[in-house]
């Protein structure tokens, strides 16, 4: 049985930082492909990153390329959305999931966690 538990959101005014977390369990993090989604009201679900296999290479969503940054702990089997520079268009319940095929569409994903509110303040 796999599960991702995610955690660390919050509410933070703009400009500042956050670090979400997702612990998983019943599947290898640095196996699959581990990738992080947002939903902000009213919108679909969307790629926000993701760090995928044993080399760990990322891949990042226009909106958030050099501001947010997707990383591991392979021994604790968590991964890791740091998110700097926060702006209220980020504002989204943030999703931690994952696949066994690399690909962009929450369709791709086998497994969720419960999700994480972040609130960016203007």
């Known amino acids: 049985q796999v599960q991702l538990v995610e955690s660390g959101g919050g509410l933070v005014q703009a400009g500042g930082s956050l670090r979400l977390s997702c612990a998983a369990s019943?599947?290898?993090?640095?196996?699959?492909?581990m990738g992080w989604f947002r939903q902000a009201p009213g919108k679909e679900r969307e790629f926000v990153a993701d760090?995928?296999?044993?080399?760990?290479?990322?891949s990042y969503a226009d909106s958030v390329k050099g501001r947010f940054t997707i990383s591991r702990d392979n021994a604790k089997n968590t991964v890791y959305l740091q998110m700097n520079s926060l702006k209220p268009e980020d504002t989204a319940v943030y999703y931690c999931?994952?696949?066994?095929?690399?690909?962009?569409?929450?369709?791709?994903?086998?497994?969720w966690g419960q999700g994480t509110q972040v609130t960016v303040s203007s």
């Open positions: 999931a994952t696949g066994s095929i690399y690909g962009l569409r929450p369709v791709e994903y086998d497994y």
């Open positions: 019943g599947r290898t993090v640095s196996s699959y492909v």
């Open positions: 760090i995928r296999y044993s080399f760990g290479r990322t």
